[in-house]
């Protein structure tokens, strides 16, 4: 049996705890090992090295400022769930200087059909990524020429009319003369789209083959 002093401190102890459980604002009241809650947040790409009590703090400072990321290595392939556009992770085979761009012309060919869809596709790419230097229709005639006084690039229709669609990836990947690099724009796919349209300003604006123009200049606008 309790005795009446315990009689009387039980009924105390557990109305103590459901009145420290309970919080005018709906919060958790007193949280018992809030660690166990809520952990404390990691940062991404950052490696929190040796505890400091037991390594010091000088080697744990360095190791937290190295990052726990690596690069991949050398050659490494990226895995597509989608074996047609495996193709687009292989490594470039062709060297930026003179060579490789000749041998690109000569051999490279673009793996996307030549299609009114792709067609408008590579047009969506081309508005947003070429128009402001070549033009609306590849005349070199962007707002970056006709307002910045940029030189203008040559016009697809002109000297570029006859341009091999190889030599044109070749660019898009490296850059060439005025032009820089958009391989950090643009995917492998992207630039194979966009040239796709830019076949389309080489014949005119018209698809191979056809009289009349599917793709409107003026259309998404």
Known sequence: MLKPNMKLSLPIALGAMLLASCAADNGPGIEYMPDMYRGPAVEAYVDYGQDPYYFGEDKAREQRNTPSTRTAPAGTIAWSADPVKAQYNFPYPYANDTTGYARAGRELFSPIPMT??????????????????????????????????????????????????????????????????????????????????????????????????????????
């Open 116 to 221: 009114k869809e792709n067609v408008d596709k590579g047009k969506e790419i081309y508005d947003k990524f070429c128009q402001h230097c070549h033009g609306e229709k590849g005349d070199g005639d962007g707002k970056v020429v006709s307002v910045g006084g940029h030189p203008p690039p040559t016009a697809y229709s002109g000297p570029l009319k006859d341009l091999p669609e190889g030599k044109m990836f070749h660019t898009l990947t490296y850059g060439k003369g005025m032009m820089g690099s958009h391989a950090g724009q643009l995917t492998k796919e992207e630039r194979w789209t966009v040239i796709q349209y830019v076949k389309y300003l080489q014949n005119g604006g018209k698809m191979p083959g056809e009289g009349a123009a599917p793709a409107d200049s003026t259309a998404n606008k």
